[in-house]
């Protein structure tokens, strides 16, 4: 099982949508979930972060968290073309005694106007 | 308030030699993470710098090194470079040591022929 997952898509919603993206993470241990938007060609930003169980909301996008049931989503709301592209979920994972940030392969969001 | 800086933006070497790439953290943040970003792996974590310290590493073989100097400025070297080694390497800045909010530099595109 893979340390983090998510689908790869690609993820295509019309212009207007709600886009719903998922990862689950396999370290029970986890404290700290990020969700980052990589462009192509581009390098990860970091758009979201979430540490405790339930909702917390930025702008458009909402990121939830589950522990018990590990799973981590970002949703964007009124999503646009220049929503698109690769959506990376990372979680901290507990590691020779402390922690590292480990990927998810990304989910590929296509946004058609 | 500058971001991360990498250096340089591309490079192309041959099997054999060795490369030292180089990462500016945001002024203040003392944390730097390596990691390696390929198109069938995705995103590959290499190993968190703090405080000059080696905190954690990842599953790679030890032809891929590091080290963090006193101003947080970090480089990373590949000896013996395989054409497997190319790759868009990516440097990431956070305050904290292990598994926080970290943004990244624009990478190293390193081409091995």
């Known amino acids: 099982q893979k340390e983090v997952e998510q689908n790869s898509g690609p993820l295509s919603v019309p212009e207007g949508a709600i886009a719903s993206l998922n990862c689950t993470y396999s370290?029970?241990?986890?404290?700290?979930f990020f969700w980052y938007r990589q462009y192509s060609g581009k390098s990860p930003e970091l758009i979201m972060s979430i540490y405790s169980n339930g909702d917390k909301e930025d702008g458009r996008f909402t990121a939830q968290l589950n522990k018990a049931s590990q799973y981590v989503s970002l949703l964007i709301r009124d999503s646009q073309p220049s929503d698109s592209a690769t959506y990376l979920c990372a979680v901290n994972i507990m590691s020779g005694g402390g922690f590292k940030t480990i990927f998810g392969a990304g989910t590929r969001l296509f946004v058609k106007a | 308030k500058a971001g991360v800086t990498q250096t340089p933006r591309y490079l192309i070497k041959t099997r054999g030699q060795q490369v030292t790439l180089s990462c500016s953290p945001i002024s203040g943040h003392r944390s730097v993470s390596w990691y390696q970003q390929t198109p069938g792996q995705g995103l590959q974590f290499l190993f968190e710098?703090?405080?000059?310290?080696?905190?954690n590493k990842g599953n790679f073989p030890g032809r891929f090194s590091g080290r963090q100097f006193s101003n947080s400025r970090s480089e990373m070297n590949v000896s013996t470079l395989e054409l497997g080694d190319s790759a868009l390497y990516l440097c990431?800045?956070?305050?904290?040591?292990?598994?926080?909010?970290?943004?990244f530099g624009q990478g190293t595109r390193l081409t091995v022929v």
């Open positions: 370290d029970r241990g986890s404290q700290s």
């Open positions: 990431a800045s956070s305050a904290y040591l292990g598994g926080t909010e970290a943004f």
């Open positions: 710098y703090f405080s000059e310290t080696q905190r």
